[in-house]
């Protein structure tokens, strides 16, 4: 019996001990899983909860032009800043004062409230001691201070920025070694050249996404620049560069007590457009008086030479930031639009060079001399009386005569003969039905060359042979940008297609496109033509010294909050033989008593052009 009760104590006694053991085993193991198997989990858990990351804008990169000249750049923006864990004792002190004051007082204590006013009342104490030293009269804003306190307590808060180099030299000579505040430096962009080129260059604005990061640490980023149009957004990529960061261990409350790690941010590259600066404002300064857009292309390559818009505004009153009265009055005068690549016209007489190509091509005329129509006045297609230009009548024109003396007679007989399917072709054959891809922000895509199957998408009806006669002469339904036209008239220079315009500047830059397809003896002819326009038809007032110079003036219609208004245009090249720049100028009309004509007013603008080139 005794045997027994020992055997089953025994029994017992190594079932406990198997017990143990297995709980022991598994303590190991659940000890090993978490130390070692989940270390690298655990660590980074640790980081999360004790380190913060602060991310450091990284400066732009410049931008020049053609010649190097820098066109837009960093500029050294002083600021005023101050860390809360510099104040956090003077912070403490306060509050314990406030709250001694209460129970003296036995008013009832709401120590959040409290320790609001208490930061409230340290950092007003600071901003005085600055405003005296600068003579500034800064309010402290309680709304931007406690947001920044709850969300952003490692970054610095602002106090002033953009101080003055006075202002700088005062903080930094008057203010205690020991004081909580210091002057930082950042950044604002510089546009050395004033409102030249804005469009083009475009503007910067800040934004506030976070840079693609890991997400083990809790990150705070103040904000960075980016572009907001031209170039500035384009090339954004670019020209913003790698942001920095800053690693701060910090304690449970969240007050920076190390930095553990800095991580420099970097420069973003430089980009150098096509534009040569002192073209562009000699191009602007012609068209500054006017409304409108002028456009200077290299024949050979396609690069922007000048891009200008009127009117225009400077970009340095946007940095560092917009305010309301400058934004309203941008606005006002209608200075956003960049109407070289998002003003849509008619392109008016200048599109006869489009229509006489067709003519020619599908043999509806040739340049010999009694090869004409008779011009009258006015001539009636179907049931409408179609006027031209020169009221009093050409009298008999050929093809040489109506683009020389601009006879809307010629083009409205003839067209009919060659269709509105031929003269469609050929513009979209110079793809003046789609935009140039020009490497600038925001191009339109409403540019329109109209057939019968296009009337009848938009749901306007039936074509009649009233639309083809104004289509011919560049009115109706046609749209095109300036832009667009200087291309076609460098394509002509070229004798081919198409060219794409090129902001950026690239050496290498080659033009291939298929040629115009004219006979060699009718491509020569069409230039002697487009020069005796300038010399002596419709846009002599073109005409700079003994250059010789190949155009076309035009004159379109718009309507305007119910008011007609003409566009002057005026499209060339020069020098013929050789071809240097090719040209496109649209100038509108503002007021009924502007009286803008192709030939009196785009004609002069494009002399002072050549002029500032060739000179």
Request: hydrophobic share 35%; net charge positive; with cysteine.
């Amino acid at each position: 019996m005794d045997s027994a009760k020992k055997s089953f104590t025994e029994q017992r006694i190594f079932l406990l001990c198997f017990i143990f053991l297995g709980i022991f085993l598994f303590l190991i193991g659940g000890l090993f899983y978490r130390q070692v198997t989940q270390h690298s989990y655990f660590l980074q858990k640790g980081k999360y909860q004790t380190q913060r990351r602060v991310f450091l804008p990284a400066p732009r990169g410049d931008i020049l032009d053609r010649q190097g000249h820098v066109l837009a750049c960093d500029q050294p923006l002083f600021e005023l800043h101050l860390y809360f864990d510099s104040i956090r004792k003077e912070i403490r002190e306060q509050y314990l004062k406030f709250l001694q004051e209460h129970r003296q007082k036995k008013q009832p204590i709401d120590r959040v409230k409290l320790q609001q006013q208490a930061r409230q009342s340290v950092v007003q104490r600071h901003l005085d001691q600055a405003n005296a030293i600068t003579h500034r009269h800064e309010t402290l804003d309680i709304t931007k201070l406690e947001r920044h306190y709850h969300q952003s307590l490692l970054a610095p808060f602002t106090l002033f920025s953009n101080l003055t180099t006075e202002e700088y030299v005062r903080l930094t000579d008057q203010l205690p070694v020991n004081s909580p505040l210091f002057i930082a430096t950042n950044y604002c962009r510089k546009y050395p050249y004033g409102s030249a080129a804005c469009h083009v260059l475009g503007y910067v604005s800040m934004a506030y996404d976070l840079p693609k990061t890991s997400k083990e640490l809790r990150s705070f980023f103040t904000g960075h620049r980016a572009g907001k149009t031209g170039t500035e957004l384009s090339q954004n990529a670019q020209l913003s560069g790698i942001e920095g960061e800053e690693i701060f261990a910090v304690d449970p409350v969240g007050f920076r007590s190390e930095c553990v790690e800095r991580i420099a941010p970097q420069k973003g590259k430089d980009c150098q457009l096509s534009i040569d600066i002192r073209l562009q404002q000699a191009v602007e300064k012609a068209i500054s008086r006017y409304q409108g857009s002028a456009i200077v292309l290299d024949v050979t390559s396609g690069e922007v030479l000048a891009l200008a818009n009127a009117p225009a505004y400077d970009p340095n009153l946007l940095s560092p930031k917009i305010h309301n009265s400058i934004f309203r009055d941008i606005t006002q005068r209608g200075a956003w639009l960049n109407r070289a690549i998002q003003g849509c016209y008619p392109p008016a007489s200048t599109f006869k060079i489009i229509s006489s190509i067709a003519f020619l091509r599908n043999h509806i005329a040739t340049w010999d001399a009694d090869d004409t129509e008779n011009c009258p006045g006015k001539t009636k297609i179907g049931t409408r009386l179609f006027h031209c230009d020169h009221k009093t009548a050409h009298g008999p024109v050929s093809l040489a005569a109506a683009i020389k003396k601009s006879c809307n007679v010629y083009y409205y007989r003839r067209s009919q003969e060659c269709g509105i399917q031929n003269i469609a072709k050929e513009a979209r054959r110079f793809r003046l039905d789609q935009p140039t891809d020009i490497e600038l922000p925001f191009e339109t895509h409403r540019m329109t060359i109209a057939d019968p199957e296009w009337k009848k998408q938009k749901k306007l009806g039936e074509w009649f042979g009233g639309d083809t006669a104004n289509t011919a002469i560049g009115q109706g339904y046609t749209l095109v940008t300036p832009l667009q036209m200087a291309c076609f008239i460098a394509s002509i220079a070229a004798n081919r297609t198409f060219t794409h315009p090129h902001i950026l500047h690239d050496a290498h830059h080659i033009q291939t496109a298929p040629p115009i397809g004219l006979a060699p003896k009718d491509y020569r002819q069409l230039i002697a033509t487009l020069q005796e326009v300038v010399r002596s038809g419709t846009g002599r007032r073109a005409q700079y010294k003994n250059i010789a110079i190949a155009g076309k003036s035009g004159t379109a219609q718009v309507w305007e909050h119910g008011e007609r208004r003409n566009v002057a245009w005026f499209i060339g090249f020069a020098p013929i033989g050789k071809p240097a720049i090719a040209l496109a100028i649209a100038i509108q009309e503002t007021s009924s008593n502007d009286n803008y004509y192709g030939g009196k007013t785009a004609g002069p603008v494009a002399r002072q052009i050549f002029e500032a080139y060739f000179h």
